[in-house]
């Protein structure tokens, strides 16, 4: 094979452990061979594909949405090698450089379908230059009815570990997170065996109370799926899911900063009590995100999508049509967060959670080139994935 650099100068680079003026990064095939200032930029050879960016853009590391259902059209859901790709091209113009196919409560047998499409697409269509689909969130079906959301309540079914072993070999142990209820009967169980098993378990569509939750976190939670939605809010008399998962700090909350689905003001809260540590930004996208209004299926349910709100017949908010640039524009407009924080909120903590930060989640040497180039608006111009060119808008 032959090897292929790019370097990529001028622009402001927010590097792991450093923010480097007028830096640049060389990238050998897939991987960042070299950081640095641009005075001691490395000689250029002929072989060498150089990108010369503006002084005022930034170079930061590429996006990790471990919450995404669909975009474009397609949906994990559809249990189709071609919605998968339609997702990994698109994905990189908000600057997504890998994500979680989420999956959605129905029927044993639809999600099976979905988890070995998905392992399939793992083991033999992952692309460099588009976003790397780094393995499945289960979103359901083992949450709580009282709060299912746009989840369908006829296949919401209990924790079952027996099922859950037997989803995870169709997976090919492709499983990376579960959203649970963990106050539902075995709940606890799954969470310790989810644990165990070095998959993330998430509380989220769950109704615990304060105590249940803290139950859980000793068995083994240490993720919120996006907080404050499908979920027992705060009361002054029981701080409910919202508030135990605030309060401790070994859980990451997800969070889809869209202004819709958590008011700014909750955003800030939020962001006060967690602290950039504490926040995963996600989409929580459904088949819609670029498409615009109409009318679509999430797992089974007719969606209806207005303006940037993606509701039920009956009102009831599900998913959104969100790209992960916006949010981290939201984030640093309704929190007065830096772009620091962001990147550790939609880069540094998702990798975390996944146990990847030695390939992903930062611009470090040795890591996976996964670079997204920023506009003095922050926009994303231009994005690489695994080293090669996923997206550019002309800069």
């Not at 790397?132 to 393995?135: F, M, N, P, Q, T």
């Not at 969100?322 to 939201?330: R, V, W």
């Not at 994935?385 to 800069?395: D, P, V």
């Given at each position: 094979?032959?090897?292929?650099?790019?370097?990529?100068?001028?622009?402001?680079?927010?590097?792991?452990?450093k923010?480097?003026?007028?830096g640049?990064?060389l990238?050998?095939?897939?991987?960042i061979?070299?950081?640095?200032?641009?005075?001691?930029?490395?000689?250029l050879?002929?072989?060498?594909?150089?990108?010369?960016?503006?002084?005022?853009?930034?170079l930061i590391?590429?996006f990790?949405?471990l919450?995404?259902?669909?975009?474009?059209?397609?949906?994990?859901?559809?249990?189709?090698?071609?919605?998968?790709?339609?997702?990994?091209?698109?994905?990189?113009q908000?600057?997504?450089?890998?994500?979680?196919?989420?999956?959605?409560?129905?029927?044993p047998e639809?999600?099976?379908?979905?988890?070995?499409?998905?392992?399939?697409?793992?083991?033999?269509?992952?692309?460099?230059?588009?976003a790397?689909?780094?393995?499945v969130?289960?979103e359901?079906?083992?949450?709580?009815?009282?709060?299912?959301?746009?989840?369908h309540?006829?296949h919401?079914?209990?924790?079952?570990?027996?099922?859950?072993?037997?989803?995870?070999?169709?997976?090919?142990?492709?499983?990376r997170?579960?959203?649970?209820?963990?106050?539902?009967?075995?709940?606890?169980?799954?969470?310790?065996?989810?644990?165990?098993?070095g998959?993330?378990?998430?509380?989220?569509?769950?109704d615990?109370?304060?105590k249940?939750?803290?139950?859980?976190?000793?068995?083994?939670?240490?993720?919120?799926?996006?907080?404050?939605?499908g979920?027992?809010?705060?009361?002054h008399?029981?701080?409910?899911?919202?508030?135990a998962?605030?309060?401790?700090?070994?859980?990451?909350?997800?969070?889809?900063?869209?202004?819709?689905?958590?008011?700014p003001e909750?955003?800030?809260f939020?962001?006060?009590?967690?602290?950039?540590?504490?926040?995963v930004?996600?989409?929580?996208?459904?088949r819609?995100?670029?498409?615009?209004a109409?009318?679509?299926?999430?797992?089974g349910?007719?969606?209806?999508?207005?303006?940037e709100?993606?509701?039920?017949?009956?009102?009831?908010?599900?998913?959104?049509i969100?790209?992960?640039?916006?949010?981290?524009?939201?984030m640093?407009s309704?929190?007065?967060?830096?772009l620091?924080?962001?990147?550790?909120?939609?880069?540094?903590?998702?990798?975390?959670?996944?146990?990847?930060?030695?390939?992903?989640?930062?611009?470090?040497?040795?890591k996976?080139?996964?670079l997204?180039?920023l506009?003095?608006e922050?926009?994303?111009?231009?994005?690489f994935?695994?080293?090669?060119?996923?997206?550019?808008?002309?800069?």
């Open positions: 094979m032959k090897t292929k650099r790019i370097l990529v100068t001028n622009a402001t680079v927010y590097a792991e452990d923010i480097i003026d007028k640049y990064v990238v050998e095939n897939s991987k061979l070299d950081i640095g200032s641009i005075q001691s930029l490395p000689r050879h002929d072989d060498m594909e150089l990108v010369e960016l503006d002084e005022s853009y930034k590391p590429g990790i949405d919450h995404i259902h669909g975009a474009a059209g397609a949906d994990t859901m559809d249990a189709t090698l071609e919605a998968l790709k339609t997702m990994a091209k698109i994905l990189p908000e600057g997504t450089t890998s994500f979680l196919a989420t999956t959605m409560t129905t029927s639809d999600i099976e379908k979905a988890l070995k499409n998905a392992a399939n697409y793992i083991q033999h269509e992952n692309s460099f230059g588009e790397e689909l780094l393995g969130h289960l359901g079906p083992f949450i709580s009815p009282k709060r299912a959301g746009a989840q309540p006829g919401i079914i209990a924790p079952d570990i027996e099922l859950f072993k037997k989803w995870q070999e169709i997976a090919a142990g492709y499983i997170l579960v959203t649970l209820a963990p106050e539902q009967e075995n709940g606890l169980e799954l969470t310790k065996y989810l644990r165990d098993s998959v993330v378990a998430s509380i989220g569509h769950s615990a109370t304060y249940e939750v803290v139950a859980a976190i000793d068995a083994g939670i240490t993720h919120a799926t996006h907080l404050f939605n979920m027992r809010g705060i009361h008399r029981e701080p409910g899911v919202a508030g998962v605030l309060m401790h700090d070994e859980v990451k909350c997800e969070m889809i900063v869209d202004g819709i689905h958590v008011g909750m955003v800030r939020a962001y006060r009590n967690k602290g950039a540590n504490g926040i930004l996600i989409t929580d996208a459904m819609a995100k670029c498409l615009g109409g009318t679509y299926d999430l797992g349910q007719e969606v209806t999508v207005d303006g709100r993606a509701t039920l017949k009956d009102g009831t908010l599900a998913g959104s969100l790209k992960l640039k916006d949010a981290m524009k939201n640093m309704f929190a007065g967060c830096s620091e924080d962001v990147i550790r909120m939609a880069a540094w903590n998702p990798a975390k959670q996944l146990q990847i930060l030695d390939r992903k989640g930062s611009i470090q040497k040795g996976d080139a996964d997204v180039v506009n003095e922050y926009d994303v111009v231009m994005t994935c695994r080293g090669e060119l996923a997206y550019s808008r002309g800069i």
